[in-house]
């Protein structure tokens, strides 16, 4: 089992920049691909990047694509997110996950709860 928590979430206005962080409890945390994805207002959950264990390949969403930086530190079992140049679209609910294949799909085994991320223009 894995329980993973979110923190960093918040309020920044456009053009700002945000690191979320995702701390995940166990001792295997380097043995799994970790991903981040987000529920905008209204809309259903979609992936935002996503990091593979071993090499740390990542993937991006288009839509974050040169913006935001995901990366991992295995010794302090955390994901991280970093967003920057944020815009009012990237207004979410941003979720954690983390799963035993490298994919942008929804095929995580674990989740966290989530935090929030509001961008104002």
């Known amino acids: 089992q894995v329980q993973l928590v979110e923190s960093g979430g918040g309020f920044m206005q456009a053009g700002g920049s945000l690191r979320l962080s995702c701390e995940a409890s166990?001792?295997?945390?380097?043995?799994?691909?970790m991903g981040w994805f987000r529920r905008p207002p209204g809309k259903n959950r979609h992936v935002v990047a996503v990091?593979?264990?071993?090499?740390?390949?990542?993937y991006y969403a288009d839509s974050v694509k040169g913006r935001f930086i995901i990366s991992r530190d295995n010794a302090k079992n955390t994901v991280y997110l970093q967003m920057n140049s944020l815009k009012p679209d990237d207004t979410a609910v941003y979720y954690c996950?983390?799963?035993?294949?490298?994919?942008?799909?929804?095929?995580?085994?674990?989740w966290g709860q989530g935090t929030q991320v509001t961008v104002s223009s």
């Open positions: 990091i593979s264990a071993g090499d740390g390949t990542t």
């Open positions: 166990g001792r295997t945390f380097s043995s799994y691909s």
């Open positions: 996950a983390a799963g035993e294949i490298f994919t942008a799909s929804e095929a995580y085994s674990y």
